[in-house]
């Protein structure tokens, strides 16, 4: 079974996108083993601690290069990606010649109380991802205008079309992460 690393990119305890990555590690865990990371505890980037990084930034880049792939399941802030989420992609990134992103096979999803439901986020989150080398699935994309009520507090997806799109969200991405091949760290 493929490791998948899923990041949230949201720093909130009731964060929304959380409960959305609960529900699509429990729709796809017939299929991929699911590890969590953590990154709303990391440091701001600071190039002057990237050689000697700290403990949190090790851990998470650990957990990163050892997956087969990556989710990345994010929030929109000022039509764009949320700063923890930036933070963490840019302590993967370094030192050069060490991210722990490259050639992951990626999918990536998100909700938001607002109507374009992280379309803004998940299209500047394509640019930031794509100098790393990651190869980020272009279908289905998956944005999602949060009703509360769509995802209940233990992760069963109640909306059935949005269950059915994150089914088929995982469907493909299952085969993405084969044709892409995964590219996993010893
Ligand atoms: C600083 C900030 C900026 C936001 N900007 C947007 C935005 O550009 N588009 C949008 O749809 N929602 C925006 N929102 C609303 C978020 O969609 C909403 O707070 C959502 O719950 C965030 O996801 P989370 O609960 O997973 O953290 C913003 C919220 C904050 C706090």
Redesign the pocket.
């Known amino acids: 079974m493929r490791t998948i690393a899923v990041v949230?990119?949201?720093?909130?305890a009731?964060?929304?996108?959380?409960?959305?990555a609960n529900a699509l590690e429990r729709l796809g865990a017939d299929r991929f083993s699911f590890v969590r990371v953590q990154i709303d505890g990391l440091p701001m980037f600071n190039v002057d601690l990237s050689r000697d990084p700290p403990a949190a930034v090790v851990r998470m880049k650990g957990e990163i290069a050892s997956a087969d792939g990556v989710i990345i399941v994010?929030?929109?802030?000022?039509?764009?990606v949320?700063a923890v989420l930036k933070n963490a992609i840019d302590w993967g990134s370094r030192p050069a010649g060490q991210s722990c992103w490259i050639g992951k096979p990626a999918g990536i999803l998100?909700?938001?109380?607002?109507?374009?439901?992280?379309a803004?986020?998940q299209q500047h989150l394509r640019n930031i991802l794509s100098p790393q080398q990651v190869v980020i699935m272009g279908q289905p994309e998956l944005y999602l205008?949060?009703k509360e009520g769509m995802v209940d507090s233990e992760g069963l997806v109640v909306d059935d079309m949005v269950k059915k799109r994150m089914e088929a969200f995982l469907e493909r991405y299952a085969a993405w992460v084969e044709r892409v091949g995964v590219k996993r760290a010893p």
Request: proline share 6%; net charge positive; no cysteine.
């Open positions: 949230v990119g949201s720093a909130s009731r964060s929304i996108n959380r409960r959305l994010t929030p929109e802030h000022n039509r764009s949320p998100g909700a938001s109380t607002g109507q374009t439901g992280t803004a986020a205008h949060w």
